[in-house]
């Protein structure tokens, strides 16, 4: 009756039996009819309630959480200083932290109109599984500075809302443990990759091993970080995990932290990271052994700046996991990558944190697209292709996937919703973010996503995407 009365009040302003009158025909006024007396018929998923957020700012007001910048908001204000900044950090001036979602917005969608989009739906299929709109988790560290549930908690809510979670390899709860943490070992869980140097390559090779017999059905191989970017918050924070966390998945789960039921890790693990020259201070994040960022710390010790494409058919000799590069933003990068065995490809700048200066991912997608779904005679199958870095809206979904990418990848928001609502505000980020991506689809004529109409993107340039050249070797 819900909408009875607000039609009632606020549209027609009218006594409830004249509305039928000013009804077209009568099919319609049978339908209104009926609108009135059963209501409307549920032709769409209720939108998710919106979360509210009381901030500790001493208004006592709640806030309704309604979008990304909400959540980010409300994260600085319950987030420690050093957490918060570690999150939001963009490399040097930030330039490309603030091109990625100016670049999102210069792209303008051209809707089309009067297609019937009453039945849309966001859902896809990515590697085997079905989503229900495409977006992934992507892997964002250590998760439990956040909240005391961390990646439990966004794995719940992400298997909850039928996406899948990217985990990082710099998680705070182990592979094994969010694995476990989801009821019924629901959800579908990718696994984010580093490849470490030296005696740390075998910790690489048993994080690979691990993760399949986890249950974890994709390796996201970090290619863009032969050393961590110049993340200047970090330094003057001197960040490092705050005391009781620590890098899960090298060193164990001292309890209490991984009450999931993740499995204890062995020796080599340990032995990995402290042959590699820092032990457990470097896996605890201890600023204090570099004077600056323990993650930039990390690095150092662990990451190897040497990787080829050998790397991934080394990957291949391990697994039959598909393997996505991560940190694509070349065409010929992605070919290679393609050629070198690799199922896919994230176009990805790693959200802005490492090289500033990059182009931002959404300018470099369709040359990657166009190299890895079009790939040249005799060449390897085509891939799959996502993107991350600044896309926050279902308007941005939109866009990504009209340009030709598969699924797009969301990184801070989760983090900021996490901290603000552990798995009920993840919940409701997603579930929020699921509704936009279908409203964007209905308002754009997209009725399902092998329907985009051609033309429905403008590049900042002016012309329509769909109509401007691209080959493998440019834009
Ligand atoms: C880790 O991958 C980071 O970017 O901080």
């Known amino acids: 009756m819900r909408i009875v009365s607000k039609y009632y009040t606020c549209v027609f302003s009218l006594p409830l039996f004249l509305i039928p009158l000013f009804v077209g025909n009568s099919a319609e006024r049978q339908r209104w009819v009926a609108i009135m007396t059963q209501g409307e018929p549920p032709s769409r998923p209720p939108p998710p309630a919106p979360f509210s957020f009381t901030p500790p700012d001493g208004s006592g007001l709640p806030r309704l959480m309604l979008n990304a910048a909400d959540w980010q908001a409300a994260a600085e204000s319950v987030l420690p200083r050093s957490v918060y900044d570690y999150y939001a950090a963009g490399a040097d001036d930030r330039t490309t932290l603030a091109a990625n979602p100016a670049a999102l917005a210069a792209h303008r969608l051209r809707p089309r109109v009067l297609v019937p989009v009453g039945g849309t739906s966001p ?55 969010v694995a476990a943490a989801v009821p019924g070992g629901g959800g579908v869980r990718w696994f984010q990759l580093y490849v470490f140097r030296g005696p740390a390559r075998a910790t690489t090779e048993a994080l690979v091993r691990r993760a399949e017999a986890a249950g974890y059905t994709a390796l996201v191989l970090t290619a863009d970080a032969p050393v961590y970017g110049n993340r200047e918050a970090d330094v003057r924070n001197g960040f490092s995990l705050p005391p009781g966390l620590r890098l899960a998945n090298f060193m164990g789960d001292a309890p209490p932290q991984d009450e999931e039921g993740g499995a204890e890790q062995g020796a080599d693990e340990e032995g990995g990271a402290a042959a590699a020259g820092g032990g457990g201070a470097i896996a605890d994040m201890d600023a204090s052994v570099a004077g600056g960022s323990g993650l930039a710390a990390f690095g150092d010790a662990m990451l190897d700046a040497d990787l080829s494409t050998d790397c991934i058919a080394w990957l ?77 809206r279902g308007t941005d979904v939109l866009k990504a996937l009209a340009l030709g990418a598969d699924a797009v990848l969301l990184g801070r928001p989760v983090l900021w919703a996490l901290a603000v609502g552990g798995q009920a505000g993840v919940a409701a980020l997603l579930g929020s973010l699921i509704d936009e991506t279908r409203r964007a689809m209905m308002l754009a004529g997209v009725p399902s996503w092998d329907r985009i109409p051609p033309g429905l993107v403008v590049l900042p340039d002016g012309r329509i995407a769909d109509d401007a050249p691209v080959d493998a070797s440019g834009w």
């Open 316 to 392: 291949r000799t391990l697994t039959s996991l598909p393997i996505l590069v991560k940190g694509v933003l070349r065409a010929d990068d992605a070919a290679a990558a393609m050629a070198a065995g690799a199922a896919g490809v994230v176009v990805s700048n790693h959200g802005a944190r490492q090289l500033d200066g990059a182009v931002t991912s959404v300018m470099a997608l369709r040359g990657v697209v166009e190299a890895v779904k079009r790939p040249p005679p005799g060449g390897p199958p085509p891939g799959v292709v996502l993107v991350d870095g600044g896309f926050r």
């Open 123 to 177: 859902a896809t299929t990515l590697l085997g599984s079905s989503l229900a709109a495409p977006i992934v988790i992507a892997p964002t560290a250590m998760q439990r500075m956040a909240h005391p549930e961390g990646e439990a908690a966004v794995a719940r809510a992400a298997a909850a809302a039928g996406l899948p979670m990217t985990l990082s390899t710099m998680a705070t709860t182990s592979l094994e443990g």
